[in-house]
């Protein structure tokens, strides 16, 4: 216990000695995990500076409505103004600091402070504020903004004051696969919050690689059983499978091509909007998550003719991932609550116009990832206790772990660089 | 995490350096709400070294009847002694360490520590401690005392060894205001404790102001429309309720002249035993907290001949507010529980002959502050949320929120003049 | 709240200056039992430096079982291995960390983990990891093993690189008291875990004095009168129960001498691996912890021909104490679980033959220790509220806590010499 001040936090300097003691292909230090000054700094460093995945267009279709999101002790509102456009605030009022939206999704006309009933519009200016001394300037007690870029319908946010430039780079490559699934013309099925009892990095780890994925029961009726395998690490008896699973990608190379979709893999996880996408097929029906392939929503979304499109995978650094099907697209975004929480947002779209209960079924729709991500979060929880024992040291990752190993490699590119700031 | 010593805690200065930072008029740094230091600071040098207000004597009406409250971590024990004079002690036993009293209230012969029996007279002095060494000596194992100041009913202690020495001069001010209401003569009709989601700066600053009162329905009740507003600032739509309350002003004045009542407005917040009082009127029949302004209680207090006295209003830095009706008085103690949390004692006293059912009843009696509290509570926690994220900047404070402003200069004022020791 | 790095944590120094301010024969300074700092040297001077017992042999009688206990956040695994000896290990994967083994108590075949699968054999070698890159060295990442020593079926583990040596000399005093009772023909009729509202010292310090034993009213029908005081400190009305007490003490004499048990005090309380054991008699039967002192199991343990053996009586530094009567066992290890929790595992050991239901009963084998735990909780919450109050003082031992003093004096030598190391 100590009363040093709060200032002169971004001495990062320990934690750089610290991620000097990594060997290359192999896991944090535990105290990167566990430490709740390592989390501060990412915090810092991580949250507040780079971009962020918070939601998409489906969640804030109409003028006046806002999705609130979390990020540490940082609250964002993302709203859509009286003109139809796409803002983002700190959710702090300007006089006393009170919060101004509590719930994670709503409508408003304007945003009132329920302290002392400030006002601002839904553009941030502020509107109505009695008895201000003449000194106060109105034009400047406006709500602080927060820099805000959707692609093709996924909304990112960034609290820095100089976002990472290079999202605009990404827009370009990212935008052509995800925009014919149309989520400017979807709405949410379904949403889940579940809290992991993990670090954030614990979280992400887990989701990018599949080595674990024997835990998964339900999601591996939709991958093929050669799924992450180099050709010459197929085992003999699934010599039959793994030819089902090329002609799979053939057949759907040539669906993807005929409807003028692009699907080649592109990976760039080490810039700051490090990212990897590519569409591969689904085993079984090949239309979506379901236990036998089927599709899972009878509109299929946008203007898509085929339900057979497999899977569009999307990973962006540092807290999203997402799948898109013909038929519905998930979407999930991975936010700090302590060194050791971790709260994952998941979010089903289907077509606007699909209709609860007769397109689709909630309970069908959801019963793989609400199912994996319990699984997930035990996995994840299993792994914080072990890391912040004295007795663990970091341990080498598998040839199926590489992607864990950039994200890794992410992390620690970007303490480097913002520590430099 | 580090592991420097607790020893050089009072090291303020990076404090100091954040208050310089608070432009005046506007409300503090985040950090004073949230960092842990902060608070600990705070217990330090503002909990264990002013006068805080922690109870009436009609909490401790007869021989070895006690009140304990907690300071923070420090616990304190107000005894009524078998001469029925008022002793306050620290609650921790000389052997070993462990709490005497575990109780709120109670009545106790001796006070005997659960662990090993070591008994204590109701003045403190170790009777009974079986097996001492030869070395020990017992004369200096008494009770720690500590400072207790009654001001006519009204119970101040001070944990510093040197308490602020202005409480005498206040005492001065404050006591023929507050003796009309006769505490000694009361006795306690109800108890609430409600534990706020914030800093107990918070819950102060709250109750400075009644710029927010739009939020608390039933004490608008209480209030006149116009209340806090200066006679410019009335708008014409409310004219006739300011005359009326202007009339009841008048009327109010001629009734405390008539019955030899001090009334006039008496504001030195700035000093260590910082305050403010007056006596007001109330809307409606004027008498007391009721929807109607009727009295809640029949038996009035003391020898008051007359229900319609209106409010006396009593604040003292930093931790009380307090309303003497003729038929009841209010008392309030904030109490800091951590950084982020505070306890709210809210007492209500009447006639100690009022009878229950008959005079009053306890859920008319305690309805507008109980929702009001309630409320307020409400009001805190949303601003400690958003004080706490980065994105809060600190705001200016309207013209109605003068008194905001007094307790935050005097905190800034205590937190310098304390650490300069 | 500050970010400085988590690496130099051993500096003591601030801990052995408070230290220093303890006179003899006095409680330690609050911060000891309350600081968040200290309990973290506490964890790495004491926990992860000296030996802890962590429970018996009859919780892993057979190939393949284990138990699991947690130091603080440090998790070990005793287990049995295929050869039927015990190994311990760190309760850490050496892939990215997973826990291990979740239950207290289990079997297993081999160790795998839950997360990828990676297998451990019973010794601790990696058996299974698929995909692992050339570079890594399978024969590297067996379990980390953990220093593990039986004494007379007593297991202590000992998480240093170099454990004090003195345990051997321990070993060879207390076995000989320990071994007629044949810990290894035992199994486990009960086991409780209490989590202790309180620092882990109190809770030993609490167990080190009867001296509140007027608190255990169940106990207190185990023990004389007149336990504990000397001869000239037996008051003249308990005359005659001391003069039975004397008897029944020479009667316990020449029983052991018939049956060749060791009896004798023997006290080494200061030493690294510090200790003290004795056989004594019980009241009333004198046979076990029963109101009347009669056995509460029919089946004796091991080759014990006579019930009447007393109490075997034995504490070992930092974290154990044990009675073994001619009936039954029981253990007690206390394991810190935060600054102010700790938890208290207790076990009772019966004849392996012994027939619940018929030899024994649960509730009546359990009945005065589970009470007499829950008011000792009671106790140590008491005095870690007042401990952590500013108002504390450290105050004088009473003669009667004389073993409390030498646990303080253990902990502080302790400190000093892992510290200077």
Redesign the interface.
């Given at each position: 216990?100590?009363?040093?001040?709060?200032?002169p936090?971004?001495?990062?300097?320990?934690l750089l000695?610290?991620l000097d003691t990594r060997p290359r292909?192999h896991?944090l230090p535990?105290?990167c995990y566990s430490?709740?000054?390592v989390h501060?700094?990412d915090?810092r460093l991580i949250w507040?500076r780079q971009w962020i995945f918070v939601g998409s267009v489906a969640e804030v279709p109409e003028e006046g409505d806002f999705l609130s999101i979390d990020l540490g002790?940082?609250?964002v509102v993302v709203l859509r103004d009286d003109d139809g456009r796409l803002q983002a605030f700190?959710?702090?009022?300007?006089?006393?600091?009170?919060?101004?939206v509590?719930e994670s999704h709503g409508c408003v006309g304007n945003i009132v402070c329920?302290?002392?009933?400030w006002t601002y519009a839904t553009d941030g200016r502020l509107l109505h504020?009695?008895?201000?001394?003449p000194?106060?300037e109105r034009a400047a007690?406006g709500l602080?903004t927060?820099h805000l870029r959707e692609v093709a319908g996924l909304l990112f946010v960034c609290?820095a004051a100089e976002p990472p430039g290079d999202i605009e780079d990404v827009a370009r490559v990212v935008a052509p696969y995800v925009a014919p699934h149309a989520l400017d013309r979807t709405k949410v099925a379904a949403q889940t919050d579940l809290v992991e009892h993990g670090n954030w990095k614990l979280t992400m780890?887990n989701n990018r690689e599949c080595?674990?994925c024997?835990?998964h029961p339900e999601l591996l009726c939709s991958f093929f059983p050669t799924w992450g395998l180099a050709d010459h690490?197929v085992p003999e008896r699934l010599r039959a499978d793994h030819d089902r699973y090329l002609l799979a990608q053939v057949d759907l190379e040539r669906r993807s091509e005929d409807l003028g979709l692009p699907y080649a893999l592109v990976e760039d996880l080490g810039r700051p909007v490090g990212f990897r996408l590519h569409r591969e097929p689904l085993d079984g029906a090949g239309e979506s998550f379901s236990p036998d392939g089927t599709r899972l929503v009878g509109r299929l979304l946008g203007d898509l003719p085929d339900a057979r499109l497999g899977r569009l995978g999307l990973h962006t650094q540092p807290n999203a991932w997402f799948h898109a099907q013909a038929d519905h697209v998930v979407t999930f975004a991975a936010l700090p609550v302590s060194v050791d929480r971790t709260l994952v947002r998941t979010t089903w779209l289907v077509h606007e116009d699909a209709v609860e209960g007769v397109d689709y079924d909630v309970a069908s729709l959801t019963a793989t990832w609400r199912a994996t991500n319990e699984q997930d979060a035990?996995?994840v929880a299993?792994?914080q206790?072990?890391?912040?024992?004295?007795?663990?040291?970091?341990?080498?990752?598998?040839?199926?772990e590489e992607q864990v190993e950039a994200f890794v490699a992410w992390y620690d590119a970007r303490i480097r660089e913002e520590a430099a700031r």
């Open positions: 216990m100590t009363l040093t001040t709060t200032t936090r971004l001495d990062a300097g320990w000695d610290l292909g896991s535990g105290a430490d709740p000054a501060e700094l915090l507040q002790s940082a609250s700190r959710n702090v009022c300007r006089h006393r600091g009170s919060r101004l509590t329920g302290y002392h009933h504020a009695p008895q201000l001394p000194t106060a007690l602080r927060v609290l780890e080595y674990h024997d835990g690490q035990a996995f299993l792994t206790a072990g890391v912040a024992d004295p007795g663990y040291e970091p341990g080498p990752y598998s040839e199926a």
